[in-house]
């Protein structure tokens, strides 16, 4: 079945140490997304990708960075430069033109900073 | 400025009433309209969406939503929830490469 592999689920890290979570999809989806949730907020946009090697900001980019050198994967880095990294991120991706904007989400991936 | 209200936070109902949640947005031109369901721990579902035409959707697992321009409202309904309803619920509007979300609504179930 077609959908969105984040990993991994949880994630705990140090202080000043950067990571990496995963965002697979099998979807043949172009863009693709990252969102940070935190209680009561939502979801915040952080980075969005429409096409392989091009991406963009989202509304709260800073101290992340995200790659996407193919179209199924969309890597997304917490750096040392977050200054409150603990969230729960979620990737999702969607078509671009008829049909774009419903979303696929993955099933999250949660990130503690001890 | 686009944005996205959902003005409860919190709502509880009984198992088999009914049920409205709210939301109101803020947008330049019509947006398509969506909303999402999230179990805890989860990634977020889709319910149903709202583009074009009719201003009443039906979404999936008995829900629906109804969009009214003049109150920039598409507030979601169920006739009759069930326990497995409980569920933290968001509203989000936009189009093109850019979707807003609320801030969402958590529904609490009584038996």
């Known amino acids: 079945d077609g959908g969105i592999t984040q990993s991994p689920k949880y994630l705990f890290r140090k202080e000043g140490q950067n990571v990496t979570l995963s965002c697979e999809q099998n979807l043949n989806h172009d863009a693709m997304y990252w969102y940070r949730q935190d209680p009561g907020q939502g979801l915040r946009l952080i980075y969005y990708s429409q096409i392989v090697n091009d991406f963009q900001k989202g509304d709260i980019a800073e101290g992340y960075s995200v790659s996407r050198e193919k179209k199924e994967s969309f890597p997304l880095t917490v750096t040392s430069a977050q200054k409150n990294p603990t969230a729960f991120y979620l990737c999702?991706?969607?078509?671009?033109?008829?049909?774009?904007?419903?979303?696929?989400f993955g099933a999250g991936s949660r990130l503690t900073v001890l | 400025a686009q944005s996205v209200t959902q003005p409860d936070i919190h709502i509880t109902v009984s198992e088999g009433a009914s049920l409205e949640l709210r939301c109101n947005y803020s947008?330049?031109?019509?947006?398509?309209l969506f909303w999402y369901v999230q179990s805890p721990g989860q990634g977020l579902q889709l319910l149903l969406k709202?583009?074009?035409?009719?201003?009443l959707v039906q979404g999936i697992k008995g829900f629906e939503a109804e969009f009214k321009r003049s109150q920039s409202s598409f507030n979601l309904r169920k006739p009759s929830v069930h326990w497995s309803d409980a569920a933290e619920y968001f509203c989000?509007?936009?189009?093109?490469?850019?979707?807003?979300f609320g801030k969402g609504t958590r529904l609490h179930i009584l038996p």
């Open positions: 999702a991706s969607s078509r671009v033109g008829s049909g774009a904007n419903v979303l696929t």
């Open positions: 947008y330049g031109a019509t947006p398509y």
């Open positions: 989000a509007v936009g189009r093109d490469d850019k979707i807003i």
């Open positions: 709202y583009f074009s035409g009719d201003t």
